[in-house]
């Protein structure tokens, strides 16, 4: 049943263009139905090829495989806690239709207008695309500036050619001039329209929680913050400047993911904490802090046999990609997991 309910809502999540959540909720669904040995039935084969043809055709063939690879290493614990924060955005009282735009920056790199997707064609170039995201981020930027950021080994009469050109397909793509202004001689993103950018909702998710410090409310922003981070920033961009936001808002988002997790633990809520590591963990399988604190949670959780077996895939990944061991406090965590100790 549970698996049912992951292909029809990941059928639902490519309805709302979220092709790598669709891909993700689908590979858990297949990890499971091949634990328990159990095929799709047949009337719901079709519907499920539609879904998964359809989110691939959009993502491309790699980030598709990568998006099935990360369905199928979920537990259920993280997919519920996905499908609260997905749940919470979608049903927010602000109607999606509403906005002009719904930005993405993290993991899937996405603009929405008016609820559809925009696709390579509609961009035209992607410096069209990536000039958007570079405002979104940077703010009011001199043209000097944004010129030393985006055209590094450019010379003056190419920018002024490539400037040019790239904004025009910018502000077609965006449905409006107005979305990008030029005052004072420093270009902008027009914030006074309607629009949505998640590393906005994550720096401002982090900025509540920094004034709270502690408590349930604390928790809630950390926990706001940890959902919107989908992956790493602009990950198909690769000039230096969304290289360097990246090593940022990665550092933050690990930062952030440590305290809640500590937090949730403290307080006894296991199960929460577990579902933090494990999305730590996602996104950074060598993080042996969130891997012996994950064995930690399963075995506060009553599931010392899953707690040792996290320990045998760390030690396989460890031996695999560095060729080292577990460190010290890992190994005797897994031994006095092994004798049944208290931890």
Aim: net charge negative; with cysteine.
């Amino acid at each position: 049943g549970i698996a049912e309910t992951l292909e029809g809502l990941a059928g639902v999540a490519a309805a709302w263009n979220e092709f790598a959540r669709a891909l993700a909720w689908l590979g858990a669904a297949r990890e499971m139905r091949d634990e328990m040995g159990t095929p799709i039935y047949a009337f719901d084969q079709p519907l499920v090829d539609e879904t998964a043809t359809h989110a691939q055709q959009n993502l491309g063939e790699g980030a598709a495989q990568a998006a099935l690879a990360r369905g199928r290493a979920l537990t259920l614990e993280t997919i519920l806690v996905e499908m609260d924060a997905w749940h919470a955005r979608v049903t927010q009282p602000k109607a999606m239709d509403a906005l002009e735009l719904d930005c993405y920056a993290f993991g899937e790199t996405r603009v929405f207008r008016h609820g559809e997707l925009l696709n390579s064609k509609a961009w035209r170039y992607a410096q069209a695309r990536e000039i958007v995201f570079y405002l979104l981020t940077r703010g009011a930027v001199a043209k000097e500036q944004l010129a030393l950021d985006l055209y590094p080994d450019a010379s003056p009469e190419q920018i002024r050619s490539t400037l040019h050109r790239v904004l025009h397909h910018a502000r077609r793509a965006l449905g409006k001039r107005e979305w990008i202004l030029f005052e004072d001689e420093q270009y902008s993103f027009q914030r006074a329209l309607p629009y949505a950018y998640d590393v906005e909702r994550f720096t401002q998710a982090l900025a509540e929680a920094s004034a709270r410090k502690t408590g349930d409310a604390y928790l809630e922003a950390l926990q706001r913050a940890v959902n919107v981070y989908g992956g790493d920033f602009l990950v198909d961009m690769e000039s230096e400047w969304a290289t360097c936001e990246r090593a940022t808002r990665r550092e933050q988002f690990f930062d952030a993911a440590a305290k809640l997790g500590a937090g949730y633990f403290g307080a006894r809520r296991y199960s929460e904490a577990s579902a933090v590591y494990e999305k730590i963990i996602s996104q950074d399988n060598l993080n042996e802090d969130a891997q012996r604190a994950l064995m930690q949670c399963f075995a506060k959780m009553g599931e010392t046999p899953r707690a040792l077996r996290q320990y045998e895939t760390l030690k396989h990944i460890l031996r695999d990609e560095l060729g080292a061991e577990p460190a010290r406090e890992t190994r005797l965590l897994y031994e006095k997991l092994k004798r049944s100790e208290s931890i």
